[in-house]
DNA sequence: AATGAATGAGCCTTCATTCAT
DNA sequence: GATGAATGAAGGCTCATTCAT
């Protein structure tokens, strides 16, 4: 039944999803929604959750062993992040910052994983600095834990429409675009304009 | 009056934006807003449509040269569009991913836009190849510009949300970020999985 | 179970009280409520006819002897009539003209009662008037009933909001009203405009 | 409009009342209502408190000169309810205490003419003993003045069923009724149980 | 005998959209 | 050219009522 709301919330967006339809999709009728989720804000709120914690669970899953080497960890995250977007696109549909449109109490609700999630990869960040025995301000560790993760999304979504992109590949490009530019700032080895 | 519009499509998003409030916030009455914008689709394209040209325009005016090379332009480009969102941020909002309400054939509209600007950082991405007599697919090369609009996207999300946090500092973070990772894949110095 | 009902029919009305309240405060499930009272509808007339009929006993009980004078006999049916009513109020709230609401077939159940006793107060003031050998309209005899049922309804109402206000008390307030009342009426002496 | 909502309200109480019928029978369509009046609520509060008011204004403007004697401001007053009543059926029911079961916000309103409309009458009966000299407590004037409202409410709505009974004959059955037991009272020749 | 589970039908409310002026 | 006034259509939510067990 959930399944049914997120698919509805996924194609239309919370505003536009009609309970009638997402109803209907699930087979059962509308009261019966109402029996079990409540109203439409918490039959959302209760998706985004359930989502979120499973793509948590699944990347945490992939990472498996936090003390491994930090690049392997970025990697391993990576791949499972990309994996379980393929195959649910769906919940990443509802997930992504494409849904935070609508009210602000499910932006919080999506963005609490957005922010487990960048909050994890800036401590994977700050290890590998340590690792080089690299300096790195704090600042920088969190906007460089955005530009990351903003660039997941942005990887995730465009190969969710580009046939033949597999997962593999994409956390492939994303380590090799990330995990340079990561090393040289660990080692100040900053670009700029000339 | 497309003014009005653009700030409450920001405000509450598509769906949630009312005609009313629109035309209360313009100074005017409905009928006067269907008469010159037609129906509220067609007003929220316009107004995506001139941010969008807008938001081109300015970066391109930052790029201003395409013959310079390709770091310079990339950012020169960085640092406009960081600027540009800076100082228009219900523009921002409107045309941001998070807009991109599902279902609604809006999202051509702004995705076009997006398209133009990976279009424009591909280009750049593969100057710089050259430059190096570096070897990449092509696919490679849109890939990373995704990966790389993303990741801007994201910063300028984020520097929304963090006082204090200039375009400047943004267009650096990021140009750091990328630039040395672009740069060792053109030299083939990949990643790989141990 | 009907006592259940009837505690929720005083409290919300017949239509904002629910079939759902009525079973759980009853202790049973909803379906067997259907099977021993059928509709809601069936519910709430089963309800009015025993708290009719109970009040109709106690003002019979009081009354006690048809044979007596007759202003012993209103005395009696008054004091019986106030004293169940404070002792019942959810009874008489359902009771009560407050609780006939428009449009349903059920005013009729309440109006059964209601004529009852309005019949037995009339018989009353014509026994009343053949023992004066007074001479009074038949038509008058039933609008003083209703006069003198309706004042003693709203007697009630008051009584149940006004603390310390005791059945003995507003039975003899309304006693002394009626009956000097309905003694000059009865020797033709009658008020009439100047 | 607001007389469509009435003539509503008044056949089916307030809950069974439907703005969709309220919207046909004025002729107009169901958002006009809620542009004009608002929610339901404030739609019935209003009409409640139009009707309220005209009835009182109809019983003021009878009495007309509050220093004649107590007993022709009683009769015009009361000659002046049963025509209203007898003239606007509809007003009546709704704000007769057979209104009253719908939610404590109306009870509020419609009872705030009630106590008007008894305070009005418990003036008169305490003019009255003045007048005659005579001592009764203040408590008995209130419940007086209570159980004289209630017969005049509970005659309006029996009139309202006979057919051939005009205002004028009930009102004088009323004044008749109540004059003589009120003028008792005030002389302490009360009537007790032997 | 008794109930958990399920629903058809309807109501209040809103909003994009259009006439008549 | 501009608007006050009006509405069709749809959505969220509830409740009396009934099966299958």
Redesign the pocket.
């Known amino acids: 039944m959930k399944d049914a709301a997120v698919r509805c919330f996924a194609r239309h967006g919370y505003q536009a999803?009609?309970?009638?339809e997402i109803a209907e999709l699930a087979g059962?009728?509308?009261?019966?929604v109402?029996?079990y989720l409540g109203?439409?804000?918490e039959l959302f709120t209760a998706c985004i959750r359930r989502e979120a914690g499973a793509l948590l669970d699944a990347v945490a899953a992939g990472v498996e062993d936090r003390s491994r080497p930090a690049d392997e960890q970025l990697w391993a995250g990576l791949l499972a992040f990309f994996t379980y977007v393929a195959d649910h696109p769906d919940a990443w549909v509802v997930l992504s910052r494409r849904a935070w449109t609508q009210g602000e109490q499910f932006a919080a609700e999506a963005s609490r994983m957005r922010e487990e999630i960048a909050g994890f990869v800036a401590g994977l960040i700050g290890d590998a600095a340590r690792d080089v025995h690299g300096v790195i301000a704090e600042r920088d560790v969190h906007a460089l834990a955005q530009a990351l993760v903003g660039s997941a999304e942005s990887l995730a979504d465009w190969a969710g429409g580009t046939p033949g992109m597999t997962a593999k590949e994409a956390a492939s490009t994303l380590m090799n675009f990330a995990w340079a530019g990561l090393g040289n700032l660990m080692k100040s080895e900053r670009w700029s304009p000339r």
């Open positions: 999803a009609s309970m009638d059962v009728s509308k009261p019966l109402y029996l109203s439409k804000e």
